[in-house]
């Protein structure tokens, strides 16, 4: 499976880049459209178990979703190892482990899967959902000006062009929830309506796309953002950012 070797690597950068500290960060990812018809029939070695809240668009649908208190460093190295593979039931209530070893799936796979739920319902052919801790976006989000959609947006689009084009629906913002809640799923959701990039006060960052190297890249972006900010600030300076000409120039030069 091609695909699992993606999610690896990006494992491996979201360790590297000191933004998966111990087991923090999760990722799941739909692998249907890769797997071959006796991959998708596999025999499971658990089955049945239920979900809190059904997934009635993702009924015979496979994803690979990193193990509860597995370390990203260790996804990178062994996948499967520290990752389950996960079929959903055909009432969409439940679903089984597949992989050769039982590994328990991440504790927000009701969070996700509500997620990959909403965004096929909605008709968007996303097949990641990437959440992790960089230290510097999340240091924005205990700065009360920054917890304003808009502000932060304009604020990270205008630090170095390929923000806006690399993210241009912007950041969605989701006040302080207890982590693996399905509140805070249900309060990602709305902003997912709008975007595919949602920062979670004081937590992290989540991102959602067709491509799991894509949804990193969004991060990415975003943190060099962020670091453009910070090391301007730290200089003494107040960063004078692109003005609104200049990113209007962007979005009409990229088809934003």
Known sequence: MAEIGRIAEVAGYLWEKGWAERNGGNISVNLTDTLTPGELAMEPVQAGIALQEPAGELKGDVFYVTGTGKRMRYVAQAPFANGALIRIAGDGASYDILAEKPIPPTSELPSHLLMHNYLRASGRQTKVVLHTHPTDLIGLTHCRPYLDSDKLTRLLWSMIPECRIIVPKGIGI??????????????????????????WEK??????????????????????????????????????GMNDRQLDDLADAFQL
Request: aromatic share 10%; net charge negative; charged share 20%.
């Open 174 to 199: 989701v006040p302080y929830e207890i982590p693996g809640t399905l509140a805070l799923a249900h309060a990602t959701i709305r902003q997912l309506s709008r975007h595919d990039v949602v920062f």
């Open 203 to 240: 937590h992290g960052i989540l991102a959602v796309g067709e491509d799991i190297i894509d949804c990193f890249d969004a991060i990415d972006t975003l943190s060099k953002s962020a670091q453009i900010f910070f090391s301007a600030r730290a200089a003494g300076y107040e960063p004078e």
